[in-house]
């Protein structure tokens, strides 16, 4: 069995109010963990993972020593500013491992994520944190974590360089989308424009298609599929192309191809109310769009679990 728990499922920025209430304002952070282990996995760091710190050093009355493996899909600020406030890591009976991806950045993934503590943005430098910290890069891959833990990385389509994680374990299957968008042809496809190249807009039409489809083949048949899904198509063809972030359509029919058996989308517009949510789920959660596949927007502090 593996079970998950949403404690932000917001994108881009925080975005506490009366009309976020429902489906919470906090940015990503899951915490998933696995029957008959001990194991804690927390993928990315959003301000969400406050209350998650919170809640495990209250259900830690004496000291005890406390280990998680955080994931990281990438390091865009709304993904890892929750690191700061995450109580554990002041605490020396703390270890984490924390997964990132490797960037073409020069810089190392603890120099990324250590430069939130300086001075200049956070009053706790990273050499005063009490916990023991390991950082480890990561490459799109197969990885074994022990304890019958496999973990597959795959590159997704954003400006910064972000991972999906596919997580198999106790004969169940979840996987994460964060923060991608459909791959596109990015040549000219118009023979009348300056800058068009038959055989540019040809390659490009073809990898495209490749990658989406290897997208498909790393959700196959998965249990959870919890995927980004941040604008309408409408949304996404007036202007938000390009910005790294799905159309709902395409994420429900991407799953749909793949034989995902349950979809959560997430990673909600910041501007998104309660009540926009509620209409779209009326839309997209519905046997005519989704057929037999169960979809929902995940909402913060929901719990699933994978028998």
């Given at each position: 069995m593996m079970k998950?728990?949403?404690?932000?499922?917001?994108?881009?920025i925080p975005s506490p109010g009366p009309d976020t209430v429902k489906?919470?304002?906090n940015t990503s952070c899951l915490e998933l963990r696995f029957h008959n282990s001990e194991r804690v996995m927390i993928i990315d760091a959003g301000s969400g993972m406050r209350s998650l710190g919170d809640s495990m050093i209250s259900k830690n009355p004496k000291n005890d020593r406390l280990k998680a493996d955080v994931f990281l899909t990438h390091t865009h600020l709304?993904?890892?500013?929750?690191?700061?406030f995450f109580a554990p890591i002041y605490n020396s009976q703390t270890i984490l491992k924390i997964y990132g991806p490797v960037t073409c950045e020069e810089a190392l993934l603890k120099d990324v994520i250590?430069?939130?503590?300086?001075?200049?943005?956070f009053p706790v430098r990273q050499n005063e944190l009490a916990a023991n910290i390991e950082y480890i890069d990561l490459k799109e891959g197969q990885y074994d974590l022990g304890d019958?833990?496999?973990l597959t990385a795959k590159y997704m389509n954003h400006p910064l360089l972000s991972l999906g994680y596919r997580i198999e374990c106790c004969g169940k299957i979840i996987c994460t989308a964060y923060d991608t968008e459909p791959f596109y042809n990015v040549f000219s496809t118009d023979p009348a424009g300056t800058s068009?190249?038959?055989?540019?807009?040809s390659e490009g039409a073809l990898v495209a298609r490749e990658e989406n489809q290897r997208m498909v083949e790393f959700f196959d048949g998965a249990d959870l599929l919890i995927h980004d899904g941040q604008y309408t198509l409408a949304e996404y063809e007036c202007g938000k192309k390009g910005w790294g972030h799905s159309p709902i359509e395409y994420v429900v029919d991407a799953a749909r191809r793949a034989s995902v058996k349950r979809l959560a989308i997430c990673h909600h517009d910041p501007l998104r109310t309660d009540s926009q949510i509620d209409e779209l789920s009326e839309i997209y959660c519905s046997r005519e769009v989704s057929g037999n596949m169960e979809t929902f927007f995940a909402r913060e502090g929901m719990q699933v679990e994978l028998f």
């Open positions: 998950l728990k949403f404690w932000g499922v917001r994108g881009s489906y919470g304002g709304d993904h890892i500013l929750g690191l700061p250590g430069g939130q503590f300086s001075y200049r943005y019958g833990i496999q068009y190249d038959e055989l540019l807009a």
